[in-house]
């Protein structure tokens, strides 16, 4: 596991030497996936499934789904993201079923 900022993130994601491994993101909010999918072409899906668990009331997060929580500002953001034409899916599990981000916080 590496920690990095968002800016170095993508400077490691772009190298070169990065392309033949697979390298699992976490990003802490949807404003810094966004930053990422922006300037990391090679990105090739985001799922969104168990964001928003952590300070929910705190945060005035709404329920979307049983793995989704998240205000206006976040689902401002994720429109951005599914915009960009990246796959964007909601699920905890690989072995649960896909669910489309954009179907999940429909306008």
């Known amino acids: 596991m590496v ?3 968002v800016k170095n993130a993508i400077k490691q994601l ?6 033949s491994l697979s390298i699992f993101v976490v990003v802490n909010c949807p404003e ?4 990422i999918i922006k300037n990391v072409p090679s990105v090739p899906y985001l799922n969104v499934g168990n964001f928003g668990r952590v300070n929910k009331d ?7 789904a049983d793995s989704l929580y998240a205000n206006e ?6 429109h951005k ?4 034409g990246i796959d964007c899916e909601v699920r905890m599990l690989t072995s649960d079923k896909k669910v489309s981000l954009a179907s999940v916080i429909k306008k």
């Open 3 to 5: 920690v990095k900022t």
């Open 58 to 64: 705190k945060m005035n997060r709404k329920t979307y």
């Open 73 to 78: 500002q976040e689902i401002e953001t994720f």
């Open 14 to 19: 772009n190298d070169p030497r990065a392309d």
């Open 32 to 35: 810094d996936a966004y930053e």
């Open 81 to 84: 993201i599914i915009e960009t």
